[in-house]
């Protein structure tokens, strides 16, 4: 899956978000909006669900169990944005 995909899939999660009500307002999706650390954008409730269905999506794509780790996340950044998050879905879905 390229990046431009991935990224295509993190905007329909976040219409679902919307839609559910877990975001305030519309958010445009780009490499800078924070979705962890200082000025993240989402509570946690949205941050879980939007891990939740991305790995959900991911996993119907791929046809195997995809699972994000946060762990991997605190340990290299103190603030999660979208590009850290497609970077790492991207090392996630690459073949070892």
């Known amino acids: 899956m390229n990046r431009e995909k991935i990224v295509s899939v993190i905007g329909e999660v976040f219409k679902g978000l919307e839609e559910g009500g877990l975001l305030g307002d519309h958010m445009d999706i780009h ?5 962890l ?7 946690s409730l949205a941050f879980v669900s939007l891990f939740a269905d991305l790995e959900e999506r991911l996993t119907e794509m791929e046809g195997r ?3 994000l780790l946060l762990d991997e996340f605190e340990q290299q950044n103190t603030v ?3 590009a850290t998050l497609v970077n790492y ?6 073949p070892k």
């Open 80 to 82: 999660l944005t979208i």
């Open 31 to 35: 490499d800078d909006v924070v979705l």
């Open 37 to 43: 650390g200082p000025g993240a954008l989402l509570d």
């Open 65 to 67: 169990e995809i699972y």
């Open 89 to 94: 879905i991207d090392s996630v879905l690459s």
